[in-house]
T-cell receptor
């Protein structure tokens, strides 16, 4: 079991739907991350939150909207996604926003866009 | 992003043998490296890390070697077990983020 919990584990949605992915950690970490991973590819960084502030946005389309309500929670709001957005979405956390420590990953949400 | 590549996309080893997974990185300013293991249906799991002021670090059954001269990183797994079957990623820190390599799929043959 991982210390980073992601829900749901699987999500199927149409291109006009709005849904949210959720991530929670209780390790006291102050940095949280969203990654996108396509099959047989490495994770690609999307967003970084450090001390609940967005510090990195890797030119992600606006149909992905991150939110960090508090230091333990991270959401990714989805709207009007495209079929190519189907992927595994991974959340991770680390002690702080400077990458001096390993990131702890959740097991991801597998997203399918119809 | 920066390029972090692996020499071999797949590797098959007999149970009990030692495994070596290689990784080339492109940026000589990268100063911190991590190996992750990703099993099917799971997220990446931290295995071992090494900073650029070291050239070798050992953990339980794993050793990471760093050769800064040729920008090469390797992960050695001793007495490979079926539970070691997974995809292994190296990641390098450059600037304020990590960049992942392409991954090597390790299959352990019983």
């Amino acid at each position: 079991d991982t210390e980073v919990t992601q829900t749901p584990k699987h999500l199927v949605m149409g291109m006009t739907n709005k849904k949210s992915l959720k991530c929670e950690q209780h390790m006291g970490h102050r940095a949280m991350y969203w990654y996108k991973q396509k099959a047989k590819k490495p994770p690609e960084l999307m967003f970084v939150y450090s001390y609940e502030k967005l510090s990195i946005n890797e030119s992600v389309p606006s149909r992905f909207s991150p939110e960090c309500p508090n230091s333990s929670l991270l959401n990714l709001h989805l709207h009007a996604l495209q079929p190519e957005d189907s992927a595994l979405y991974l959340c991770a956390s680390s002690q702080d926003g400077t990458p001096n420590q390993p990131q702890h990953f959740g097991d991801g949400t597998r997203l399918s866009i119809l | 992003g920066e390029s972090v590549g692996l020499h071999l996309p797949t590797l098959s080893v007999q149970e009990g043998d030692n495994s070596i997974i290689n990784c080339a990185y492109s940026n000589s300013a990268s100063d911190y490296f991590i190996w992750y293991k990703q099993e099917s249906g799971k997220g990446p799991q931290f295995i071992i890390d090494i900073r650029s002021n070291m050239d070798k670090r050992q953990g339980q059954r794993v050793t990471v070697l760093l050769n800064k001269t040729v920008k090469h990183l390797s992960l050695q797994i001793a007495a490979t077990q079926p539970g070691d079957s997974a995809v292994y990623f190296c990641a390098e820190r450059y600037g304020n983020q990590f960049y992942f390599g392409t991954g090597t799929s390790l299959t352990v043959i019983p």
